[in-house]
């Protein structure tokens, strides 16, 4: 029986919910914390001011296995190497771990569920002076507390991030390209619920969604006129209210955003709280149905060099695409996915079916040169509309085949900052 839509986002809503006792041990912990921190400010006698950022501070916050907790250092403008001065403030405070990004911030374990995430910003008075991008957090959160004081659009944002988050759109990350919190905020601010934002969405025809909440532009010709070219890449041009030359969308592929509007259309047709759940892939299900269909079940695993988060997913994320590209050469791939663990190695499952044989593309037949390398190569070959070709009989196996592709490809796997990559 096809289940009411509201109920169904009641349901969700109960699940995605933080606990109170969850909310109050990150209160406590957080107060502790920032104690701590005061002191040794004060103590290294610097100039700078904490506030609390993320969807912690806005009040946005889902539940989830563990929580990050934004913490940002707002430096003044006196100050210099503002990340090598937090880390002298943060001496003593816990499991410190420095994260390179375009400024280094710094992540510290609390507890198994609890990691805070301090980011050193310079204090500026307009946004058009900041020197990166996560100067303008405290002008984000100060912007999402004053305008949104309901509870209901509170809840309604939790809903989209779950929404998003379970159907892998959730994240800036360039390995994800999807939405950020922030902007999730917004869209539902600016449509007034989750339901209307993703109908909205799915009913759109136009090639750019472009939608400016502050109305900064006269007009969406302006927008596209004015706007930096790099930022009208993503399918929604959202006006950051806070800087009207930033697009808060700018991270959004077209691909995410087709998927999500599959998703979101998929859910008004057919209401259901899986789509608020992470679907966990059973491997085991999926090998043993591959099996009955004959076809191939590969269970891989790449190992980086780069530092995790960001930098190591995006760059197994990117050997992955590769990979099922050449993969596609020799075989149909029925079904394939990627699991990133958050750390230094990602997780890539393929079914394969064998492809009978494959078509080999060859050279002009004027090319005689190249015409005699080619005939050496392959057997039989055959000329079609001046050019020659080849066809050959697939007879590896898709073990076989990685085994042959890693010890051909060694440079080129080192290249994409791969240092293993091996059959689980």
Not at 19 to 36: A, C, T
Not at 303 to 323: M, P, R, V
Not at 327 to 354: C, D, H, P, T
């Amino acid at each position: 029986m096809k289940k009411n839509i509201n109920s169904v986002l009641k349901e969700a809503l109960e699940k995605i919910k933080p606990s109170k006792q969850e909310i109050k041990e990150i209160e406590d912990i957080l107060k502790n914390s920032l104690e701590k921190i005061k002191e040794n400010i004060k103590s290294l006698k610097l100039k700078v001011e904490i506030f609390v950022g993320g969807s912690f501070a806005k009040k946005t916050v889902i539940r989830k296995n563990y929580y990050d907790v934004d913490v940002f250092l707002r430096f003044d403008k006196k100050h210099k190497e503002v990340s090598k001065l937090t880390e002298k403030i943060l001496k003593g405070i816990g499991d410190i771990s420095l994260i390179h990004g375009s400024r280094d911030y710094f992540r510290i374990k609390m507890s198994s569920s609890l990691f805070l995430e301090i980011v050193p910003v310079m204090k500026v008075k307009k946004p058009s002076e900041s020197e990166n991008i996560t100067d303008l957090s405290y002008s984000h959160v100060k912007y999402i507390n004053k305008k949104i004081k309901s509870q209901t659009i509170l809840d309604e944002i939790k809903l989209a991030k779950a929404f998003c988050y379970a159907n892998q759109c959730y994240g800036a990350e360039s390995y994800i390209h999807g939405f950020s919190g922030y902007g999730l905020e917004l869209l539902v601010y600016h449509y007034g619920g989750f339901l209307k934002f993703i109908k909205a969405i799915t009913k759109s025809k136009d090639e750019k969604i472009v939608i400016d909440i502050e109305k900064h532009f006269k007009n969406k010709q302006m927008v596209l006129r004015d706007l930096n070219s790099a930022k009208l890449h993503s399918p929604i041009i959202l006006i950051d209210p806070t800087y009207k030359q930033r697009n808060a969308l700018a991270a959004l592929s077209k691909e995410t955003f087709e998927k999500f509007k599959k998703d979101c259309d998929n859910f008004l047709k057919n209401p259901s709280i899986k789509f608020f759940e992470i679907e966990k892939k059973d491997l085991d299900k999926i090998k043993k149905d591959a099996e009955k269909k004959k076809f191939n079940f590969i269970l891989l695993e790449a190992k980086t060099n780069k530092q995790e988060g960001d930098i190591a997913g995006s760059k197994l994320f990117k050997f992955y695409n590769h990979f099922s590209d050449e993969i596609k050469k020799l075989f149909e791939i029925k079904n394939q996915g990627f699991n990133y663990n958050g750390q230094k190695s990602a997780r890539y499952f393929f079914v394969l079916k064998n492809k009978k044989e494959i078509l080999f593309n060859g050279p002009n037949i004027k090319d005689k040169k190249n015409i005699l390398r080619f005939k050496k190569k392959h057997k039989k070959v055959f000329a079609k509309k001046g050019k020659i070709y080849a066809k050959e009989k697939i007879k590896l196996t898709p073990k076989r085949f990685i085994e042959i592709w890693k010890k051909k490809h060694t440079e080129k796997i080192r290249e994409m900052s791969v240092e293993e990559l091996k059959i689980i």
